[in-house]
């Protein structure tokens, strides 16, 4: 049985930063591209960034610079440093797994808030 399991949300003053974690099991974590979304209250799930199996990384926008994310194939994690934290990154963040032919994972999520 798959299982993703993130930690590392929390409440955070605006300028601060946080670190997210995602712990795989049950699964061929090395093949797939693994990344992180989030949804905020009233918007549509949106891509944060992701890193493939070969090391490439996208980030959107409005984050680049601030997040870097990255990943362990010998310890089934990924990470997401967030610094320079803004209000607008206030959001539940989701852990991703995907891949073309065996299917896409999600975590249950972790809510990080970004306070003014």
């Known amino acids: 049985q798959v299982q993703l399991v993130e930690s590392g949300g929390g409440l955070v003053q605006a300028g601060g930063s946080l670190s997210l974690s995602c712990a795989a099991s049950?699964?061929?974590?090395?093949?797939?591209?693994v990344g992180w979304y989030r949804q905020a209250p009233g918007k549509q799930r949106e891509l944060v960034a992701a890193?493939?199996?070969?090391?490439?990384?996208n980030y959107a926008d409005s984050v680049k610079g601030r997040f870097t994310i990255s990943r362990d194939n010998a310890k089934n994690t990924v990470l997401l440093q967030m610094n320079s934290l803004k209000p607008e990154d206030t959001a539940v963040y989701y852990c991703?797994?995907?891949?073309?032919?065996?299917?896409?994972?999600w975590g249950q999520g972790t809510q990080v808030t970004v306070s003014s």
């Open positions: 991703n797994l995907d891949h073309r032919r065996w299917g896409t994972y």
């Open positions: 049950g699964i061929i974590f090395s093949i797939y591209t």
């Open positions: 890193i493939t199996t070969g090391g490439t990384t």
